[in-house]
């Protein structure tokens, strides 16, 4: 199926906005908790040629909006897939959307041909217990700038954080990633409660029943308990594979879009072979 441009879905009490671009299988991009699906406007051009690639808004993010209300990413995400027509997609979700594609897989599998896991979050997966330094500091920071209100510095202690990597000196990534960045993370800042997410079950006892082909990403300047999470989940789904990408932080496609952009056709590449 050929198809471009926006697009809306009507779930529950909000309405749900993405774009698509390109023709064949269904390849939806699912996006960070600091970012919105305009983080993947270079991978949709990119995968356009051969795939229908796709990315959207989840609740509190971008241009989907809608009245506060019990809701569940995994559910949304279906909801999607079902507008459009799509019964199956290989699904790429990066951090917070990595955590919705593993969710998903787990209670669809049947609907999932296969998996790109960038720096995921794992549900069921407790924060590290005490957090690196350098990220225990840039925390502090940031609860300290929430506590005045200061919504701009946030914003700018966030993108150090999952921008430039917490080891690495503010600003070190700029230009239009940074701009774009600290644009999609202020409105996320700002955007009023979606309500309450209904939890999944955990993932993490479950990773041994993921039954598709499988990449894990991760840069080797993200959060250091990220990037062990990533060699675990390696570990512990069958016959998956972890990629670490050199000089990037926690959103490798913003970084290096066409390096990452080849780890996820090589994975495409397996499930033609």
Same mark, same amino acid.
């Given at each position: 199926m050929t198809a471009h441009g926006r697009f809306e879905v009507a779930q529950g009490r909000a309405q749900l906005v993405g774009e698509q671009a390109g023709h064949g299988p269904a390849l939806v991009f699912l996006h960070a908790g600091v970012t919105d699906r305009r983080m993947w406007r270079a991978q949709l051009a990119a995968f356009a040629p051969s795939w229908r690639a796709l990315a959207y808004d989840r609740r509190g993010f971008g241009e989907t909006r809608g009245a506060p209300e019990s809701f569940s990413h995994v559910d949304d995400l279906a909801a999607v897939l079902e507008a459009l027509g799509e019964r199956q997609a290989v699904l790429v979700g990066c951090s917070q959307g990595g955590r919705v594609a593993l969710d998903f897989t787990l209670a669809h599998p049947g609907r999932v041909r296969g998996l790109v896991? $960038?720096?995921?979050? $794992?549900?069921? $997966?407790?924060?590290?217990?005490?957090?690196?330094?350098?990220?225990?500091?840039?925390? &502090?920071?940031? &609860?300290?700038?929430?506590?005045?209100?200061?919504?701009?510095? $946030?914003?700018?202690?966030?993108?150090?954080l999952w921008l430039d990597g917490p080891g690495s000196p503010e600003g070190r990534v700029g230009g239009e990633a940074r701009a774009l960045f600290l644009e999609m993370n202020g409105a996320a800042l700002r955007a009023a409660s979606p309500g309450t997410e209904r939890e999944p079950a955990p993932a993490l006892p479950r990773l041994g029943e993921v039954g598709v082909p499988t990449r894990v990403l991760c840069g080797d300047r993200d959060l250091p308990h990220i990037q062990e999470r990533c060699a675990l989940l390696a570990r512990s789904i069958p016959g998956a594979e972890l990629h670490v990408l050199q000089g990037c932080a926690h959103l490798p496609n913003l970084e290096q879009p066409r390096a990452f952009e080849q780890q996820v056709r090589e994975l495409l590449q397996r499930l033609d072979g």
């Open positions: 896991l $960038v720096a995921p979050a $794992v549900s069921g $997966v407790a924060a590290p217990t005490p957090p690196a330094p350098e990220v225990a500091r840039l925390h &502090a920071r940031i &609860a300290e700038a929430e506590a005045g209100g200061d919504l701009e510095r $946030v914003n700018g202690l966030e993108a150090q």
